[in-house]
């Protein structure tokens, strides 16, 4: 699994309002807007680590079991805005005690790359003082200074050669956000309803697989069973339907939310190979859409399917000029303005022919990829029948849709 991407958060001064050594929950305050700064960093895919000093445990203002109320005060008031922190890392040692893990020292920023498989060099750290600059500047992470402490820097811009100085933590999670968004060139989603069994599965072949410019979006529909905990355990957006709204309804969802140029969404029961994921990133640099089409492995679709897609396959085909050679597959890859500009309409299994067919009338360049459809993991939740009749009507509905002028290619 590829590093995951953290930010590192500084306590007093940042999350907290700077008492003189906090002794008890009831001192502990949270700043204005933090929880919805660190609900952002959540929701955009960053771990949040909590690294802070705190030598009164040394000096005898307060002890261990005090110090973990006051954390436990601090992620409760978090939950109530649906934010969260994935660890909290303390130095208890006093400054005179030469300890390797006080900032600005970095054994424990060390420690938290070694406990979550964490990136450091694409880490980002944030505080209220220089000792918080230092120490990401130690690690070769971006910084970010926050003038929320009680002795900000003076006139921090000359002299604090941080990456970014902002007034409070929720500019701060702004920037780092924007920051990642312009690295990201393709998004992936990956739709889920009730895929407990393959989504692990899924979710672990593509963090092997990708990179930093990619994003994943997992889109879980209303699942009634173990989805969403699963997601949960991988460095990915996780969006979350409170019903069952239907695949296209999904789908749609992960694409208003993408972040990504290029949109690439794969189905959660590992039919599909992710393996094929960087060869469609790839061939989305020069087309506008790329079609996973499966011409190997037919022997896993069962025959009724296969009638209905050879059917529907050639219906688009002839209608609408189809030119790669599976309008009805799971994995694809479009731009996403042109995803945009299609308005989709279709709520569940209708959504890939009613993008093959309007991306054939916008006239995008597609070009096809074989791939081989696998047998599915855990038990499939959709009738043939409803899924063909609801790609007949799809087909049949948009005999005369015609793109908007400027939507087509360019």
Same mark, same amino acid.
Request: charged letters at 25%; hydrophobic letters at 35%.
């Given at each position: @699994?590829?590093?995951?991407? *953290?930010?590192?958060?500084?306590?007093?001064?940042?999350?907290?309002?700077?008492?003189?050594?906090?002794?008890?929950?009831?001192?502990?305050? !949270?700043?204005?807007? *933090?929880?919805?700064?660190?609900?952002?960093?959540?929701?955009?895919?960053?771990?949040?680590?909590? +690294?802070?000093?705190?030598?009164? +445990?040394? $000096?005898?203002?307060?002890?261990?079991?005090?110090?973990?109320?006051?954390?436990?005060?601090?992620?409760?008031?978090?939950?109530?805005?649906?934010? /969260? *922190?994935?660890?909290?890392?303390?130095?208890?040692?006093?400054?005179?005690?030469?300890?390797?893990?006080?900032? %600005?020292?970095?054994?424990?920023?060390?420690?938290?790359?070694?406990?979550?498989?964490?990136?450091?060099?694409?880490?980002?750290?944030?505080?209220?003082?220089? @000792?918080? +600059?230092?120490?990401?500047?130690?690690?070769?992470?971006?910084?970010?200074?926050?003038?929320? =402490?009680?002795?900000?820097?003076?006139?921090?811009? %000359?002299?604090?050669?941080?990456?970014?100085?902002? $007034?409070?933590?929720?500019?701060?999670?702004?920037? +780092?956000?924007?920051?990642?968004?312009?690295?990201?060139?393709?998004?992936?989603?990956?739709?889920?309803?009730?895929? &407990?069994?393959?989504?692990?599965?899924?979710?672990?072949?593509?963090?092997?697989?990708?990179?930093?410019?990619?994003?994943?979006?997992? *889109?879980?529909?209303?699942?009634?069973? =173990?989805?969403?905990?699963?997601?949960?355990?991988?460095?990915?957006?996780?969006?979350?339907? &409170?019903? #069952?709204?239907?695949?296209?309804?999904?789908?749609?969802?992960?694409?208003?939310?993408?972040?990504?140029?290029?949109?690439? /969404?794969?189905?959660?029961?590992?039919?599909?190979?992710?393996?094929?994921?960087?060869?469609?990133?790839?061939?989305?640099?020069?087309?506008? @859409?790329?079609?996973?089409?499966?011409?190997?492995?037919?022997? #896993?679709?069962?025959?009724?399917? $296969?009638?209905?897609?050879?059917?529907?396959?050639?219906?688009?085909?002839?209608?609408?000029?189809?030119?790669?050679?599976?309008?009805?597959? =799971?994995?694809?890859?479009?731009?996403?303005?042109?995803?945009?500009?299609?308005? !989709?309409?279709?709520?569940?299994?209708?959504?890939?022919?009613?993008?093959?067919?309007? =991306?054939?009338?916008?006239?995008?360049? @597609?070009?096809?990829?074989?791939?081989?459809?696998?047998?599915?993991?855990?038990?499939?939740?959709?009738?043939?029948?409803?899924?063909?009749?609801?790609?007949?009507?799809?087909?049949?509905?948009?005999?005369?849709?015609?793109?908007?002028?400027?939507?087509?290619?360019?």
């Amino acid at each position: @699994m590829k590093p995951k991407k *953290v930010v590192f958060l500084d306590r007093d001064g940042t999350i907290a309002r700077d008492v003189h050594y906090c002794r008890s929950p009831e001192q502990f305050e !949270l700043l204005p807007t *933090v929880p919805e700064a660190i609900k952002l960093l959540n929701d955009s895919g960053f771990k949040v680590v909590v +690294i802070t000093n705190q030598s009164g +445990i040394a $000096r005898g203002y307060f002890t261990e079991e005090t110090l973990t109320q006051i954390h436990d005060k601090m992620k409760a008031e978090l939950a109530l805005y649906g934010a /969260w *922190v994935d660890a909290i890392y303390y130095c208890p040692h006093h400054p005179d005690d030469g300890c390797d893990c006080r900032k %600005p020292k970095t054994a424990l920023f060390f420690r938290a790359a070694k406990e979550h498989d964490i990136d450091l060099r694409a880490s980002y750290v944030v505080g209220d003082t220089q @000792m918080d +600059i230092d120490a990401g500047k130690a690690l070769g992470a971006k910084t970010v200074l926050v003038t929320t =402490g009680p002795n900000p820097v003076d006139d921090p811009t %000359p002299k604090t050669e941080a990456s970014y100085i902002a $007034r409070d933590l929720y500019e701060a999670a702004g920037w +780092i956000t924007a920051q990642a968004s312009k690295q990201i060139s393709n998004t992936i989603i990956v739709p889920a309803y009730n895929e &407990e069994e393959g989504l692990p599965i899924v979710l672990r072949k593509l963090f092997n697989l990708i990179g930093n410019n990619y994003e994943v979006i997992v *889109v879980d529909d209303g699942s009634t069973d =173990g989805t969403f905990k699963v997601a949960s355990q991988f460095p990915c957006r996780l969006i979350r339907h &409170e019903v #069952n709204r239907g695949k296209g309804e999904a789908l749609k969802t992960g694409i208003k939310n993408a972040r990504g140029d290029n949109i690439i /969404w794969i189905d959660a029961d590992d039919t599909y190979p992710v393996e094929a994921i960087p060869q469609i990133a790839e061939a989305l640099k020069s087309h506008d @859409m790329v079609v996973g089409s499966r011409v190997y492995g037919k022997e #896993n679709v069962p025959r009724f399917n $296969r009638l209905g897609n050879w059917i529907f396959r050639t219906m688009i085909k002839k209608i609408y000029g189809f030119k790669a050679h599976d309008p009805c597959t =799971g994995l694809y890859g479009a731009k996403k303005r042109y995803l945009e500009r299609m308005r !989709l309409s279709s709520k569940r299994f209708a959504i890939e022919p009613e993008i093959s067919i309007k =991306g054939s009338r916008m006239k995008l360049e @597609m070009v096809d990829i074989p791939i081989e459809y696998r047998p599915r993991i855990g038990n499939a939740k959709l009738s043939a029948i409803k899924v063909g009749f609801e790609d007949l009507k799809i087909i049949l509905s948009l005999v005369f849709w015609q793109p908007d002028k400027g939507s087509g290619n360019g």
